[in-house]
Structure formats: structure tokens, C-alpha cells
């Protein structure tokens, strides 16, 4: 993987307020192999949306910036759960990770090539966001 020249977005500071989020589907046969998630899994341990939406808006208050892996995936989630981020405040360590000619690294390249640590079990919107707040801290070390 080709990284990116660092911009120094962040003048090596990580902000004050900020969080890292990652949403799970269960969409197609493909993705429910991948990731292992079933939609019996979600009928039995999801929370209502009106719930899921207070309790994210709640984590998002104040944040300076939104990180995700995949924000253009990550963005839908919020808009399916009706909470607003401006776009100034998204922040995609995948997109901001490799040059533009490059293709965009799956998290677990992230992870290796960043030598991030994953604790959990990838595929879990926990994990993915613990994983994703990683890349987001090394990136920022490092000048991006």
C-alpha cells in the first residue's frame, strides 16, 4: 500500500472531542458471510431505532470531528438513523490514508500497515469503530 504524503490536517493534536463509529448491515447473502451477522442475530440483540438514533446523537454531541473507516458507507447509517453530521466534521481515514490513484485499503490493511492493534472480533460495529479511532490516532502521530 502506498500511503499518502501526510497534510498535517490536525498539526499532530489530536482534537479535544471526537468520535469513530462503524455500522453493520445484513444486505446480502455475500455480506452475511463476511461478516457472520444474521438478521435472526439483529432481531434478537438490535435496539429499536428510535433508541439506536437518541443513543448515537447522544456519543455525536459535541464532537469536534466523526471518524469512520468508510465514511461514504458510515454516512448512510446516520442518514438511516436520522442524525446529521456536516461534512465538515467527517473525517474518512480510508480516503485520507492512500494517494487518490491508489485503491482505498479495507480496514484490515489499515491495520497492518499502521500497525494498529484490533481487539475484538472485526466485523462488530464496536470493534470496527475501536479499530477505525485507531488508524485515526496513528494517522494523526503521523502527520495526516
Not at 439483529?42 to 465514511?71: F, K, S, T, Y
Amino acid at each position: 500500500m502506498n500511503l499518502a504524503p501526510p497534510k498535517d490536517d490536525f498539526k499532530r493534536t489530536l482534537p479535544a472531542r471526537w468520535a469513530a463509529i462503524d455500522f453493520e448491515t445484513t444486505v446480502s447473502d455475500f455480506i452475511i458471510n463476511l461478516t457472520k451477522i444474521t438478521p435472526e442475530m439483529i432481531d434478537a440483540a438490535g435496539v429499536d431505532r428510535g433508541v439506536a438514533r437518541q443513543q448515537m446523537a447522544d456519543v455525536l454531541q459535541g464532537a469536534e470531528w466523526v471518524i469512520a473507516h468508510n465514511m461514504e458507507f458510515d454516512r448512510n447509517g446516520l442518514r438511516w438513523l436520522g442524525v446529521f453530521v456536516p461534512p465538515s466534521k467527517q473525517y474518512c481515514t480510508m480516503v485520507n490514508l492512500v494517494p487518490e490513484s491508489e485503491k482505498w485499503p479495507k480496514l484490515s490493511e489499515a491495520v497492518s500497515e499502521l500497525g494498529v492493534q484490533v481487539e475484538g472480533q472485526p466485523h462488530r460495529a464496536e470493534t470496527d469503530a475501536r479499530t477505525a479511532g485507531r488508524i485515526f490516532i496513528e494517522m494523526v502521530r503521523l502527520g495526516y
